[in-house]
């Protein structure tokens, strides 16, 4: 995510492409000297028949914003000429968003509250290799718009055959349990797995990128509950050979914290306010919030059977570690904003708001700083100090958690995202039981690790400007002008 999105995605993309054609390579060549699973065939032990890479696929799960949504209703466009009609492009069509922006928006937003499509309009993903190469398809679009085409194109240049690479798009709007309730997500890419297996004779390669490699941890857990626990290492071994973690967000993105409070444009004509609203009326925006790297929910796993598969209250469990250390596993609190001193006063006020409150406290207190790490941020403390200075934050609020019944410093009761019946996803991954991941990222370059906010005196979406950001480089903070803060400990 960032402002600079398409440029500096398809330099990614570039240097992931030769990191993963290279990864490939290797398991090719492993696999041709060994036998494939640490040298022993598919068939009986040392004996049967040998994996070859030519059984191999190779299944795509893209990142945050990076499928095509196209229109699946009619929709008249006042005073443009630019109408949707099913099957248009919604994300990403640059003209609308130029030309239409309102009657683009109707496609794009959801409820907040339940993730339904506007009444006028609704978008659904595309599927297949093409709904994940070029976003906006044209000779100046789409290479700007660039995803999975370079390495695409690369894998059929290494003779790649046309059934060996797979796409599994999904509506990155949507949370993690709508996408299995709305579309039955999941219960799909098992079958593509299967579908692979039979198709070429072999495992697959999982190919994740960014919020992708969330949804994969979150079919990886679902799957537990769908099969007999007994075939659960069988069922993996079969169909999962490596899995590529490519710019997984391990610990959740800080850039998610901008984009709900400020917005993130992705390179778009678009305001911030718009991009904002948009952004938070997707139930994926919280998916991709900070969280402690020391805090754990309880086993959900085994509550099913006990319990069986009704809602639950799980509990959040924090170590020692959380309240001896003060940034939660990251270089630094990821949102320091100013509030208003006096109780109230609202970050989004209008004129007359404002002369009301000033005459009637008769001085103006001076502003509060305050801060807060990644806990703060994934249990709702954040969203619940600022909501009286800023509608959204309800919103958010409702979206993590809906209500609290009981609350502590090291335990404390969620709903909704922290209530989601197969997998809390605010919380610290463990290494999936697979026989070989590997996991890229991008080296020396400025991370955006958190920020400084403070209102801007405009209405809302607006009402907030970043007055400084933090960025992690090489070991050390620096902020936005560059100067040197402190070293990374």
């Known amino acids: 995510m960032g402002r600079r999105y398409p440029s500096s995605r398809r330099i990614g993309v570039v240097v992931v492409v030769v990191l993963l054609l290279v990864g490939l390579e290797a398991l090719a060549v492993a696999d041709a000297s060994d036998g494939g699973l640490g040298g022993v065939g598919v068939g009986e032990e040392g004996g049967g028949e040998r994996l070859s890479n030519k059984k191999l696929s190779g299944i795509i799960i893209p990142g945050y914003a ?10 008249d466009c006042p005073y443009s000429p630019l109408d949707f009609n099913p099957l248009d492009l919604v994300w990403l069509d640059s003209t609308r968003v130029l030309s239409a922006v309102n009657c683009w928006l109707k496609c794009m937003l959801l409820d907040p509250y339940n993730q339904t499509d506007n009444a006028e309009c609704k978008s659904r993903p595309d599927s ?41 798009p999904f509506d990155w709007r949507l949370s993690a349990s709508m996408l299995q309730e709305r579309d039955l997500y999941f219960h799909k890419l098992k079958l593509t797995f299967e579908t692979a297996l039979k198709l070429r ?5 999982v190919f994740a990128h960014s919020m992708g490699n969330n949804v994969f941890r979150y079919f990886l857990e679902w799957l537990k509950l769908e099969i007999a626990p007994t075939h659960y290492i069988q069922w993996l071994d079969d169909h999962i050979h490596a899995y590529f973690s490519v710019g997984s967000p391990l610990l959740g993105a800080s850039e998610s914290v901008k984009a709900s409070l400020f917005g993130v444009t992705f390179g778009l004509p678009l305001a911030e306010g718009t991009a904002r609203l948009m952004f938070n009326s997707f139930g994926s925006s919280l998916w991709l919030s900070p969280f402690s790297k020391n805090c ?27 309240f001896k250390s003060k940034y939660s596993g990251w270089p630094t609190d990821i949102i320091n904003i100013e509030l208003p001193s006096v109780h109230g006063f609202e970050a ?51 979206q993590l958690q809906k209500d609290c019944l009981f609350w502590s410093a090291l335990d404390f009761v969620m709903f909704f995202y922290q209530d989601d019946p197969v997998l809390n996803p605010l919380t610290p991954w463990d290494r999936p039981p697979l026989r070989n991941i590997f996991c890229i990222y991008g080296t020396d370059l400025k991370t955006e690790v958190g920020y400084y906010f403070a209102p801007s005196g405009k209405p809302y979406p607006d009402n907030w400007i970043i007055t400084d950001v933090i960025y992690e480089f090489e070991g050390t903070l620096l902020s936005r002008q560059l100067c040197l803060m402190h070293g990374l400990v």
Request: proline letters at 4%; charged letters at 20%.
């Open 66 to 75: 990076s499928t095509q949504l196209r229109a699946w209703s009619i929709l």
């Open 201 to 205: 004779g072999g495992p697959s390669i």
């Open 128 to 168: 297949g290799l093409s709904a994940i190469t070029e976003l906006d398809p044209g000779y100046i679009t789409g290479p700007l718009s660039s995803v999975w085409k370079e390495w695409i194109t690369w894998c059929i240049e290494f003779g790649i055959e046309a059934d060996a690479i797979l796409a599994v």
């Open 296 to 322: 754990q929910a309880d086993n959900i796993y085994w509550k099913h059977f006990y319990e069986g598969r009704r809602r639950h209250h799980h509990t959040h469990h924090c170590d020692e570690m959380e």
């Open 348 to 398: 989004y006020p209008s004129f007359s708001e404002v002369n009301q409150d000033i005459n009637s406290h008769q001085e103006c207190g001076r502003p509060v700083q305050m801060s807060f790490n990644a806990r703060e941020v994934s249990d709702g403390t954040f969203f619940k100090a600022v909501e009286d200075y800023d509608p959204e934050m309800k919103i958010l609020l409702y």
